[in-house]
Each structure stands twice: as structure tokens, then as C-alpha cells.
């Protein structure tokens, strides 16, 4: 069977793409604040103060790896990231390892630079 594809929606990603890719930092840095918030103990609006990339990434997944890990796992997939998370943090090191919100953003930026996320 022939696979069908839908060129209008290919332009618009084209055309999206375009126009993320200037704006590459702002995209991780939503996207990260978007998983982060989604595995968080804290609902957006219970947080005192907004998200920053100065967050500490401990206080919003209180202290749990498995929170963290499945924002991470996330946001690899989002990202199209090929990792293999025990070979890059060991358990239990997570937040020192990204202790920021910004370290997190960063890391991505670094693994999609140089790949077509």
C-alpha cells in the first residue's frame, strides 16, 4: 500500500521550522518549562514565582529521579534526542548533574545543534 502524504501540513512544518530555528533557545527553553511543569510537584500556579532557568530543578521535582526522569525522557523525545539516560547522569546525581533548569535547556541545545531535530 502507497503511503499518502499530506504536502500542505509538510509546508507548514517547513515554514515552522524556518522560523523555530531562529528562535531555537526560546523552543527549548518553553518546551523544557512545558515537561518540567507537566512531572513538577506544583501546579503553575501554585508556584511563587515564575520558572526561570535559574529554577532549581531539585526543589521542582522534590529531590524525586522519577519525576525528573520521565521530564527528561520527555522532552528526549520531543526533541528527537537519542540518549541512553543511565550512561549520561548516574542515579541518584540527577540534580547535580542539572541542577538548573537552564543546565537542562542547555544540554539540549548542545545535543540538537548539531542534528535536524
Given at each position: ?10 509546508k507548514?512544518?517547513?515554514?515552522i ?10 523552543e527549548?527553553?518553553l518546551?523544557?518549562v512545558?515537561?518540567?511543569l507537566?512531572?513538577?510537584?506544583f501546579?503553575?500556579?501554585d508556584?511563587e ?5 535559574e529554577?532549581?530543578?531539585?526543589y521542582?521535582?522534590n529531590g ?6 520521565k ?8 526533541w528527537?534526542?537519542?540518549i ?11 540534580f547535580?548533574?542539572f541542577?538548573t ?5 542547555i ?11
Amino acid at each position: 500500500m502507497t503511503n499518502v502524504y499530506n504536502f500542505e501540513k509538510f509546508k507548514s512544518k517547513k515554514e515552522i521550522r524556518k522560523v523555530t530555528q531562529e528562535n531555537i533557545v526560546y523552543e527549548i527553553y518553553l518546551t523544557t518549562v512545558k515537561y518540567v511543569l507537566r512531572y513538577s510537584i506544583f501546579e503553575s500556579e501554585d508556584l511563587e514565582k515564575p520558572i526561570t532557568t535559574e529554577s532549581s530543578l531539585n526543589y521542582l521535582f522534590n529531590g524525586s529521579p522519577e519525576r525528573f526522569s520521565k521530564a527528561f525522557n520527555g522532552l528526549a523525545d520531543y526533541w528527537n534526542i537519542d540518549i541512553n539516560s543511565t550512561g549520561l547522569y548516574p542515579t541518584g546525581k540527577e540534580f547535580q548533574v542539572f541542577p538548573t533548569v537552564g543546565h537542562l535547556c542547555i544540554f539540549i541545545e548542545g545535543k540538537i545543534k548539531y542534528s535536524d531535530a
